[in-house]
């Protein structure tokens, strides 16, 4: 069974760079057809959608978000990554990462989330 | 920006039947959207319900069943259950890598 798990800071100041990372177990992030993606929930708000990476490793970003936002990922270690600079108290969130499925164009498996704050 | 509308809150009676919709402020939703739902509960992650229009997740009740209903995907709870009190959210393919979750729908059985 494919398990997803994000880690990183769970506080991030103001105008820095919040990191996370997901660890992918029971399946690898080079497998064809699949991509990684991370989407946010602010407390007590929806979900959106952040961005992903594909399995060749072509990126792609929800627009507002796309100045900055970087996805990686590092196959050695079966990890993705996100990256958002210049946060703001806005950017506090649950993340998620999930694995997409390229067939149907939706996600399959989801990790737990990871709440990050940055204080206002 | 597109975005996608659902309804912000829905109840129903246990046993009832309550249908969901999703759709666009611009145009249609049709089965080339790939529409696709996830139910949440405090605290949880989304789980995966329906994806491909109608297609039911491993492990998903028969209850559920998702649609196209007009020019809106639609998600049908058909028997509800306590534990289907949760918070709904639709998200549309939109071509061109680009995903939208919908502002999702907060359904209480009651």
């Known amino acids: 069974q494919l398990q997803l798990q994000e880690s990183g800071p769970g506080l991030v100041k103001p105008s820095e760079t919040l990191s996370l990372t997901c660890t992918v177990s029971?399946?690898?992030?080079?497998?064809?057809?699949?991509?990684w993606s991370w989407i946010r929930q602010p407390p007590g708000k929806g979900l959106e959608w952040i961005g992903g990476?594909?399995?060749?490793?072509?990126?792609y970003y929800n627009p507002p978000l796309k100045s900055r936002v970087t996805i990686s990922v590092d196959t050695s270690k079966n990890q993705f990554s996100l990256k958002v600079n210049s946060v703001t108290a806005a950017d506090t969130a649950v993340y998620y990462c999930?694995?997409?499925?390229?067939?149907?164009?939706?996600?399959?498996?989801w990790g737990r989330g990871t709440l990050v704050t940055v204080p206002s | 920006q597109t975005v996608v509308t659902q309804e912000p809150s829905f109840s129903v009676s246990p046993g009832g039947t309550v249908t969901l919709t999703c759709g666009l402020s611009?145009?249609?939703?049709?089965?080339?959207?790939?529409p696709s739902w996830y139910q949440q509960t405090p605290g949880q992650a989304p789980r995966t319900l329906i994806y491909?229009?109608?297609t039911r997740s491993s492990g998903v009740p028969d209850r559920f069943s998702g649609s196209i209903l007009g020019n809106k995907a639609a998600l049908t709870i058909t028997g509800a259950q306590a534990d289907d009190e949760a918070d709904y959210y639709c998200?549309?393919?939109?071509?061109?890598?680009?995903?939208?979750f919908g502002g999702g729908t907060k359904l209480t059985v009651l």
């Open positions: 029971g399946g690898s992030v080079s497998s064809s057809s699949y991509y």
């Open positions: 491909y229009t109608n």
């Open positions: 999930a694995r997409g499925s390229g067939w149907y164009w939706y996600f399959d498996f």
């Open positions: 998200v549309l393919y939109m071509g061109n890598d680009l995903w939208v």
């Open positions: 990476i594909y399995y060749t490793g072509s990126t």
């Open positions: 611009s145009g249609s939703v049709s089965t080339t959207f790939y």
